[in-house]
């Protein structure tokens, strides 16, 4: 990643990290940013941004393999 990713965003990612945790095993596959940043209570554009420098898993009208999302986020934060 050239990118580099501002202080707020890299407090936002574990938010998104910690969430998608919380869903528990019953969730789900995919999730949506907007669903996100409903569940969230943040931007939808913010919240697609922020995801869009960790994951290219985001589908239109899919959203992200919830999955594959949190392990991206993990492998990002270290």
Known sequence: ?????SK??????PVYLAYLKSLGEDAPEHISATALANALTM???QVRK????????????????RLAL???LEQFLG
């Open 43 to 45: 931007g939808e554009v």
């Open 8 to 13: 707020s965003v890299l407090k936002r990612l």
């Open 70 to 72: 949190i392990d991206d």
């Open 50 to 65: 922020d995801l869009a420098l960790v994951s290219d898993g985001g589908r239109p009208k899919v959203g992200y393999l």
């Open 1 to 5: 990643m050239a990118e580099k990713i």
